[in-house]
């Protein structure tokens, strides 16, 4: 089994930043892509930002030049920064990788428990 444990969420102003975390941890035999998806409440949850083993990044458009997806594969852990936030960005926030544990044989997708993001106006 993979575990994810997010943090860095909070409430903050328009205009504001925020910094998540997420670590993966386990029995792991190796990770691929990762990323974050949000959530607001009536809405369906939607990709923010990926990130592959190799470094390749998407963005959703509404993010671009604000948000930003960093991997350090070493600690099993994603980062996103997010700049110039609007209250429109405020969502559960969760994240999302696809992996494999030694105990299995195929990757697997997993989920954090989320973390909330609120931007006041």
């Known amino acids: 089994q993979v575990q994810l444990v997010e943090s860095g969420g909070g409430l903050v102003q328009a205009g504001g930043s925020l910094r998540l975390s997420c670590t993966a941890s386990?029995?792991?035999?190796?990770?691929?892509?990762m990323g974050w998806y949000r959530q607001a409440p009536g809405k369906q949850r939607e990709l923010v930002a990926d990130i592959s083993s190799g470094g390749i990044i998407n963005y959703v458009e509404s993010v671009k030049g604000r948000f930003t997806i960093s991997r350090d594969n070493a600690k099993n852990t994603i980062y996103l920064q997010m700049n110039s936030l609007k209250p429109e960005d405020t969502a559960n926030y969760y994240c999302?990788?696809?992996?494999?544990?030694?105990?299995?044989?195929?990757?697997?997708?997993?989920w954090g428990q989320g973390t909330q993001v609120t931007v006041s106006s």
């Open positions: 386990g029995i792991i035999r190796r990770i691929n892509d």
């Open positions: 999302n990788a696809e992996a494999m544990s030694l105990y299995d044989s195929r990757n697997r997708n997993y």
